[in-house]
């Protein structure tokens, strides 16, 4: 088969679409014959070296796939051959052909075409983990989402809504903040030229929001701490913003505040399955149903890789970049 091989660690350019080995799926895993992956932000850490993949996965990147399964490993028995899918991977998915742990293969919701069902795995597996089952975000809540036009923050929009909680986004543009609007925020902030803790307590009459899905990291920590509500959580999923802060722990305590960090890359096999099961269980009839749709700004094809890269770190797009084979 062909895949995007990191030839080294660098610029796009280092990205190198060649021929590998087939994979073979061993025992609990499936075959997937890749229709389209999706460009997320890990997977231009692991180009230029930072974000190597966990032990056993594939040297190339790609964190999520759509495709249709062409073989079985031994044991597996919840697929068939031929059924198309969706999956959450360690890696792998810029290439024609990946092997997965058969419980992190989701079918595709319905309404959702096979290429676009790309650019939801990662993005659903997230956004629930952390303000679902992490965060516990529930109706009548604030989530401030940062990043609010990225895959992550056009997915968390759309979940928070669902649940009934009133959203507030940043972003950097009035474009960005227009497609964040359309898809039911309540609250814009253009990071540029507003303070976001200014700007959300005065929008939640002084209290601060009850969950905040950063992706910034180290340099956002104090003011995040600083615009979170009495028992608010705060969920740390990225590190655009560097990866060390200091942490006020008096205002922290005072606010009876949390700080959670996480990551789903490097979670056990175990962990993984059952966010997809969830995300399957209590993500997917919403889609069904129109409330939640995935968001794609292009779709280039795979061997373009090194193209997406520049677009996704350029941060012009609105959703996903999908890659096509």
């Known amino acids: 088969m062909q895949?995007?091989?990191?030839?080294?660690?660098g610029d796009p350019e280092v990205l190198t679409w060649t021929q590998v080995p087939d994979p073979v799926p061993a025992a609990g895993e499936v075959l997937i014959k890749v229709a389209a992956s999706a460009v997320?932000?890990?997977?231009?850490?692991?180009?230029q070296g930072f974000y190597p993949p966990p032990a056993g996965a594939p040297p190339y990147p790609g964190l999520e796939c759509?495709?249709?399964?062409?073989?079985?490993?031994?044991?597996?028995?919840?697929?068939?051959?031929?059924?198309?899918?969706?999956?959450?991977?360690?890696?792998?998915g810029y290439a024609e052909q990946v092997a997965i742990p058969a419980n992190q293969v989701m079918p595709i919701p319905a309404g959702v075409d096979l290429i676009s069902a790309a650019g939801l795995p990662e993005v659903a597996c997230t956004v629930w983990s952390n303000i679902v089952l992490s965060a516990r975000l529930h109706d009548g809540e604030t989530l401030l989402i940062h990043g609010g036009a990225s895959g992550i923050g056009t997915f968390a929009i759309q979940a928070a809504k669902a649940l009934g909680a009133r959203v507030a986004v940043t972003a950097g543009s009035e474009r960005k903040l227009?497609?964040?609007?359309?898809?039911?925020?309540?609250?814009?902030?253009?990071?540029?030229?507003?303070?976001?803790?200014?700007?959300?307590?005065?929008?939640?009459?002084?209290?601060?929001?009850?969950?905040?899905?950063?992706?910034?990291?180290?340099?956002?920590?104090?003011?995040?701490v600083e615009a979170l509500a009495l028992g608010g959580r705060l969920v740390v999923i990225g590190m655009q913003g560097g990866v060390r802060a200091e942490l006020d722990l008096g205002q922290l305590m005072a606010s009876r505040a949390s700080v959670t960090a996480t990551s789903l890359r490097a979670r056990p096999n175990s962990e993984k399955a059952a966010i997809c099961a969830a995300v399957v269980a209590d993500v997917w009839p919403l889609i069904a149903a129109g409330q939640i749709k995935p968001i794609?700004?292009?779709?280039?094809?795979?061997?373009?890789?090194?193209?997406?890269?520049?677009?996704?770190?350029?941060?012009?797009?609105?959703?996903?970049?999908?890659?096509?084979?």
């Open 178 to 224: 227009d497609a964040c609007r359309e898809l039911g925020a309540d609250i814009t902030i253009n990071y540029r030229d507003a303070d976001f803790v200014a700007a959300v307590r005065a929008a939640t009459d002084g209290q601060g929001a009850d969950v905040i899905l950063d992706n910034m990291g180290g340099s956002y920590l104090a003011r995040n």
């Open 66 to 92: 759509s495709g249709t399964i062409i073989a079985l490993g031994a044991g597996v028995t919840d697929w068939s051959i031929g059924d198309q899918c969706c999956a959450l991977l360690s890696g792998g």
């Open 3 to 9: 895949a995007i091989v990191i030839v080294k660690p």
């Open 296 to 325: 794609v700004d292009r779709v280039l094809p795979m061997p373009q890789a090194a193209e997406a890269h520049r677009l996704v770190a350029a941060s012009e797009h609105i959703g996903k970049v999908l890659l096509a084979t």
């Open 40 to 47: 997320n932000r890990a997977d231009l850490l692991q180009r």
